[in-house]
Nanobody, 116 residues
């Protein structure tokens, strides 16, 4: 079955950096677009970034453009989210996602807290 396992979250000061990882299994990773979403307390889940199957196309939410970078390693079945210049508004649970037809698959999420 499809499994997505996020890691790398934590507490970081404003201006700091974190790198999230999502290890995928149970499907042909290189055949699927991968995405990162986040959900802050009291807010809806929002798309942060996605990356195409080969990694040639990336897209970002306006709020993270120029600060976050999504990448993937198809040999390791892993997608990453490098987050720089973090600010308190980036505080959220970050989720890895992929879709197959109308079916969404989610990881358990990893908490990112930006605070001094």
């Amino acid at each position: 079955q499809v499994q997505l396992v996020e890691s790398g979250g934590g507490l970081v000061q404003p201006g700091g950096s974190l790198r999230l990882s999502c290890a995928a299994s149970g499907f042909t990773f290189s055949s699927y677009r991968m995405s990162w979403y986040r959900q802050a307390p009291g807010k809806e889940r929002e798309l942060v970034a996605f990356i195409s199957r080969t990694g040639g196309v990336m897209n970002y939410a306006d709020s993270v453009k120029g600060r976050f970078t999504i990448s993937r390693d198809n040999a390791k079945n892993t997608v990453y989210l490098q987050m720089n210049s973090l600010n308190p508004e980036d505080t959220a649970v970050y989720y890895c996602n992929t879709k197959s037809g109308v079916q969404d698959y989610w990881g358990q999420g990893t908490q990112v807290t930006v605070s001094s």
